[in-house]
C-alpha cells in the first residue's frame, strides 16, 4: 500500500533527522539536517491534503527562516560545542538536578502516552469525515482567513513589525546611536 | 488510510526530540532550533486534528504559528547575535550576569 510506505518513509525521515539535529556539535549541520526534516514534514501535509502549508512550509521554514539561521551561524564563525565543557558544565551533570530533570523527561513521556492511548480509540483514518474538495482547496482556504480570521490576521501584520523593528534595535551595534 | 493516532504518536516523538534538544544542548542556535522543531510537532498535530474534522480551521493555525514562528526566530537570532557580542561565547552558561 503506497500511502502507508510514504507515511512510513517520511515519518521516519523527519523523526531521524531531528534527532540528528540535537546529535550534532556543529551548529551548521544541525541547521542542514532540520531542513531535510522540514522537507518531510511538508511531505506528510500533502498527504494531508494541505498544500497549501506544505509549500508555506518549504518557503516559510526551509526557504527564510532557516536562510536566516543559516546566516547567522555564519556570520558568528559558529563556535562549535566542547564535549569536554558539556560533560563539566551541563547542569544535568549535578546529581540532583539530572535527577530532577530524570523525574520531568519521565513525566512528559507519560503524559504524551497517556494523552495517545485516550486518542487509540479514535482509529477512525483521518479525512473520513472530510468532504473532499473543499478541504485542502487554497481557495476555501482564503476566504476562511480574510473573513472569520480577518482580526488574526492584521494583528499578525503587526507582530511582524514589531518583530522587524526589535530585531534591528536588539541587533545594532553599541555605540552607534546617531 | 492513515488512523490519526499515527500522525500524533510521530508529533508526540518529535516535540519530545525538542524538549530534550532544549535541555541538553549547550549551544543557544542548537536550542532555538530544538523550539524550531517543537512548533513543527504541534503543527503537524494541528493539521493532522483539522483533517480529521474536516475543516480549515487547524491548517490555518498553522499559518499562525508559521507567521510566529518567524517573528521568534528574528528576535532570537538577534538576541543570539548582540550576546555573542558581548561574550564571545553561544554557551548559555556564559550569561549568567542577572542571576542571583
Do not use: C
Request: glycine share 6%; hydrophobic share 60%.
Amino acid at each position: 500500500m503506497p500511502e502507508t510506505f510514504i507515511f512510513y518513509a517520511f515519518s521516519a525521515m523527519a523523526i531521524i533527522a531531528s534527532t540528528l539535529v540535537i546529535g550534532q556539535r556543529n551548529p551548521m549541520y544541525s541547521v542542514l539536517l532540520l531542513i531535510a526534516s522540514f522537507g518531510a514534514l511538508s511531505a506528510l501535509y500533502i498527504q494531508l491534503n494541505a498544500p497549501f502549508v506544505a509549500v508555506a512550509q518549504i518557503i516559510i521554514y526551509a526557504g527564510a527562516i532557516m536562510v536566516l539561521f543559516l546566516f547567522v551561524v555564519m556570520l558568528l564563525n559558529a563556535p562549535r560545542e566542547d564535549a569536554a565543557e558539556w560533560d563539566r558544565s551541563h547542569p544535568l551533570q549535578h546529581p540532583n538536578i539530572g535527577r530532577f530533570g530524570a523525574l520531568l523527561a519521565a513525566l512528559l513521556v507519560v503524559q504524551l502516552a497517556w494523552a495517545l492511548t485516550k486518542v487509540s480509540e479514535l482509529e477512525t483514518p483521518v479525512g473520513a469525515r472530510a468532504d473532499g474538495a473543499s478541504v485542502g482547496s487554497v481557495l476555501e482556504m482564503g476566504r476562511i482567513l480574510f473573513t472569520r480570521h480577518t482580526f488574526a490576521f492584521e494583528a499578525t501584520s503587526v507582530l511582524i513589525l514589531v518583530a522587524m523593528v526589535g530585531a534591528v534595535v536588539l541587533a545594532r551595534r553599541e555605540g552607534s546611536n546617531q | 488510510m492513515i488512523p490519526l493516532s499515527y500522525y500524533l504518536i510521530v508529533s508526540a516523538v518529535l516535540f519530545a526530540i525538542g524538549t530534550a534538544g532544549v535541555f541538553l544542548r549547550r549551544n543557544l542556535i542548537t536550542i532555538l532550533l530544538s523550539i524550531e522543531i517543537m512548533l513543527n510537532a504541534v503543527n503537524l498535530s494541528f493539521v493532522a486534528f483539522g483533517r480529521y474534522a474536516g475543516d480549515l480551521d487547524g491548517q490555518i493555525i498553522t499559518f499562525f504559528v508559521m507567521t510566529v514562528a518567524a517573528a521568534e526566530a528574528a528576535v532570537g537570532l538577534a538576541l543570539i547575535i548582540a550576546l555573542f557580542r558581548q561574550r564571545e561565547s553561544l554557551n548559555p552558561d556564559a550569561f549568567t550576569s542577572l542571576k542571583w
